[in-house]
């Protein structure tokens, strides 16, 4: 239709109550609400969409011919006409405004959230090998990564929690690799250091490491934390890439690695020693405990208030861990 009028005879003189009609249809036509909302399919952004209407007419006052003016006047300022003009405003903006509609397309791009593996190209462009540690707790996964970022001549341990950060950066420096600590609260630099243990939302994309271990990989699913486990898995520029955690998330991990590109090598685990529940009960003493045992308990509180109890009453020193607690409580 935008050719044919283009293309057609130059318009012949209206009276002016149609010019009035064709006003207010082209007023109306430019405040519609399902016109403006339509005209994003073919990128035309709301803020575009009034001028690119008051430009399509004066394109059609100035070449519609009698019989297309007066068949219009005929609908009136309703969704009959709008429905009627909008075919020819799409073919009038592809003509006649391609780089504004470039533009907006550019911008839509730039704000899609649902290729999160886009937003880092220089990650994208190596061939990191992912090696997924999936196991349960006391399996050995931590350890085995571990061992490959101590040897490496520059690594990274991503942390889900300040205390482990701390834990291995003491580690690695009693055995003599110097190692760096890096979390939200603290920061501790050694000379020529090559190794840093970090909280993963402190972990830099901007490096290039030859070794990376991302623990807790499962915590990828936490929705206020998640999001910084996503952003190192995806962004993170190293040879070797290291994941411990349970099988909670594989799944998820195996389709990120397919759109990524990256080789993923999955590695499973057992308990070194399985837990077996007693078939009888402690008998509400706690003396009864013996080495090895595992109490569990169900608060704050009470995780502590057992602690204390057993080493009052026995010689045992007890350790204790935090397990489906939220991150807070932890």
Same mark, same amino acid.
């Given at each position: 239709?935008?050719?044919?009028?283009?293309?057609?005879?130059?318009?012949?003189?209206?009276?002016?109550?149609?010019?009035?009609? /064709?006003?207010?249809?082209?007023?109306?036509?430019?405040?519609?609400?399902?016109?403006? !909302?339509?005209?994003?399919?073919?990128?035309?952004?709301?803020?575009?969409? $009034?001028?690119?209407?008051?430009?399509?007419?004066?394109?059609?006052?100035?070449?519609?011919?009698?019989? /297309?003016?007066? &068949?219009?006047?005929? @609908?009136?300022?309703? +969704?009959?006409? +709008?429905?009627?003009? *909008?075919?020819?405003?799409?073919?009038? #903006?592809?003509? %006649?405004?391609?780089?504004?509609?470039?533009?907006?397309?550019?911008?839509?791009?730039?704000?899609?959230?649902?290729? $999160?593996?886009?937003?880092?190209?220089?990650?994208?462009?190596?061939?990191?090998?992912?090696? &997924?540690?999936?196991?349960?707790?006391?399996?050995?996964?931590?350890?085995?990564?571990?061992?490959?970022?101590?040897? =490496?001549?520059?690594?990274?341990?991503?942390?889900?929690?300040?205390?482990?950060?701390?834990?291995?950066?003491?580690?690695?420096?009693?055995?003599?690799?110097?190692?760096?600590?890096?979390?939200?609260?603290?920061?501790?630099? *050694?000379?020529?250091? !090559?190794?840093?243990?970090?909280?993963?939302?402190?972990?830099?994309?901007?490096?290039?490491?030859?070794?990376?271990?991302?623990?807790?990989?499962?915590?990828? =699913?936490?929705?206020?934390?998640?999001?910084?486990?996503?952003? =190192?898995?995806?962004?993170?520029?190293?040879?070797?890439?290291?994941? #411990?955690?349970?099988?909670?998330? /594989?799944?998820?991990?195996?389709?990120?690695?397919? +759109?990524?590109?990256?080789? @993923?090598?999955?590695?499973?685990?057992?308990?070194?020693?399985?837990?077996?529940?007693?078939?009888?009960? @402690?008998?509400?003493?706690?003396?009864?405990?013996?080495?090895?045992?595992?109490?569990?308990?169900?608060?704050?509180?009470?995780? *502590?208030?057992?602690?204390?109890?057993? %080493?009052? &009453?026995?010689?045992?020193?007890?350790?204790?861990?935090?397990?489906?607690?939220?991150?807070?409580?932890?």
């Amino acid at each position: 239709m935008y050719k044919e009028i283009r293309n057609g005879v130059k318009s012949e003189k209206q009276s002016r109550a149609d010019w009035d009609i /064709l006003t207010e249809i082209f007023r109306s036509f430019s405040m519609s609400g399902w016109a403006s !909302n339509q005209a994003l399919a073919i990128y035309i952004g709301a803020s575009f969409f $009034p001028t690119a209407v008051h430009e399509l007419r004066k394109f059609f006052f100035k070449n519609c011919k009698t019989d /297309l003016v007066k &068949y219009l006047v005929s @609908l009136g300022p309703r +969704d009959e006409a +709008d429905k009627f003009l *909008f075919p020819v405003f799409v073919e009038f #903006c592809i003509e %006649e405004f391609p780089d504004e509609i470039k533009k907006f397309r550019k911008m839509v791009d730039t704000a899609d959230l649902t290729k $999160p593996h886009t937003w880092f190209p220089f990650a994208r462009a190596m061939k990191r090998k992912i090696i &997924y540690h999936c196991g349960p707790t006391n399996s050995g996964k931590t350890i085995n990564a571990l061992r490959r970022f101590m040897d =490496a001549k520059k690594g990274v341990y991503c942390s889900p929690l300040r205390l482990l950060a701390m834990e291995v950066f003491d580690k690695e420096n009693t055995l003599g690799v110097y190692c760096s600590l890096l979390t939200g609260q603290e920061r501790k630099e *050694f000379p020529f250091s !090559n190794h840093v243990a970090c909280t993963v939302e402190m972990v830099s994309t901007d490096e290039l490491y030859d070794v990376v271990v991302i623990d807790e990989i499962q915590m990828m =699913a936490d929705s206020s934390r998640g999001y910084a486990w996503t952003r =190192a898995l995806l962004g993170l520029k190293a040879d070797e890439i290291h994941l #411990c955690g349970d099988p909670s998330v /594989l799944n998820i991990v195996r389709k990120i690695f397919s +759109d990524t590109g990256d080789e @993923l090598v999955e590695q499973q685990y057992d308990r070194f020693k399985p837990l077996v529940v007693e078939a009888r009960t @402690l008998l509400g003493d706690l003396k009864n405990v013996r080495s090895g045992d595992c109490v569990v308990a169900f608060s704050r509180r009470e995780i *502590f208030e057992v602690k204390l109890a057993i %080493e009052k &009453y026995t010689n045992h020193r007890c350790c204790v861990i935090y397990g489906a607690f939220p991150p807070e409580t932890r």
